[in-house]
């Protein structure tokens, strides 16, 4: 786990061109997108289209990933972060925990952009998996170059869940996507691009990270 000092971050919206700003806490944030191998040991299944240990994990719906999130929390004896219904379909955030969470979308591109301002932190060949050299599948975590600050995997490779709700009032429960998969153009594999999913669906080009939060940094 990458630890990130406090900052301020400036999303937008192609769809409603609407732009607005995000204040960042301090927290921290793992180097690579959860892998299968990683996955396995928590949950004990296998979902993804593409197997191998050290590749993201895929085919993995919101509510997994909150669920493995929950799993790893109480397996390490932190207080898990989310409160979820019996039949799992609510889901609320303990802001206060110590435990294992899905980044908001205003950590994950202030994470991805690592003081950047462009549209990516680098290279897209040196730093990303995505259609032109992925060979349309994942490839094992942290083969390309990370970002300034140690992350690797931020565009490509996967889409990764975050915590947020897309929109509502136009999409109900959607929740937002960031970074770019195997199978993107490079206009998707942007800082800036934002994509929605239903919670419950499971795609073979999505996959998540996780995040924790932190009092103080230096």
Request: glycine content about 10%; proline content about 7%.
């Given at each position: 786990?990458?630890?990130?000092?406090?900052?301020?971050?400036?999303?937008?919206?192609r769809?409603?061109?609407?732009?607005w700003?995000?204040?960042?806490?301090?927290?921290?944030?793992?180097?690579?997108?959860?892998?299968?191998?990683?996955?396995?040991?928590?949950?004990?299944?296998?979902?993804s289209?593409?197997?191998?240990?050290?590749?993201?994990?895929?085919t993995?719906?919101?509510?997994?990933?909150?669920?493995?999130?929950?799993?790893?929390?109480?397996?390490?004896?932190?207080?898990?972060?989310?409160?979820l219904?019996?039949?799992?379909?609510?889901?609320?955030?303990?802001?206060?925990?110590?435990?294992?969470?899905?980044?908001?979308?205003?950590?994950w591109?202030?994470a991805?952009r690592?003081?950047?301002?462009?549209?990516?932190?680098?290279?897209?060949?040196?730093?990303?998996?995505?259609?032109?050299?992925?060979?349309?599948?994942?490839?094992?975590?942290?083969?390309?170059?990370p970002?300034?600050?140690?992350l690797?995997?931020?565009?490509?490779?996967?889409?990764?869940?975050?915590?947020?709700?897309?929109?509502?009032e136009?999409?109900?429960?959607?929740?937002v996507?960031?970074?770019g998969?195997?199978?993107?153009?490079?206009?998707?594999?942007?800082a800036?691009?934002?994509?929605r999913?239903?919670?419950?669906?499971?795609?073979?080009?999505?996959?998540?990270?996780?995040?924790?939060s932190?009092q103080?940094?230096s």
């Amino acid at each position: 786990m990458i630890p990130l000092a406090p900052g301020q971050v400036m999303l937008s919206d192609r769809r409603t061109q609407r732009t607005w700003p995000a204040a960042v806490a301090p927290f921290l944030l793992a180097s690579c997108p959860v892998t299968q191998g990683d996955y396995a040991d928590v949950t004990g299944a296998q979902p993804s289209s593409a197997p191998g240990a050290d590749r993201p994990v895929e085919t993995v719906s919101w509510h997994d990933a909150v669920r493995y999130c929950n799993a790893r929390s109480e397996r390490e004896r932190l207080t898990p972060a989310y409160r979820l219904s019996p039949d799992g379909t609510d889901c609320v955030w303990d802001a206060g925990s110590d435990g294992y969470r899905l980044p908001t979308e205003a950590e994950w591109e202030y994470a991805c952009r690592a003081g950047s301002t462009g549209p990516r932190y680098g290279s897209l060949d040196e730093i990303a998996w995505y259609r032109a050299n992925s060979g349309e599948r994942s490839h094992p975590v942290g083969g390309k170059a990370p970002n300034a600050w140690g992350l690797y995997d931020m565009l490509g490779n996967v889409w990764e869940w975050c915590w947020d709700v897309y929109d509502a009032e136009v999409y109900g429960s959607y929740r937002v996507l960031r970074g770019g998969g195997w199978f993107d153009e490079p206009w998707s594999c942007r800082a800036s691009v934002r994509r929605r999913s239903h919670p419950t669906l499971r795609l073979d080009d999505v996959g998540f990270r996780v995040a924790r939060s932190a009092q103080e940094l230096s």
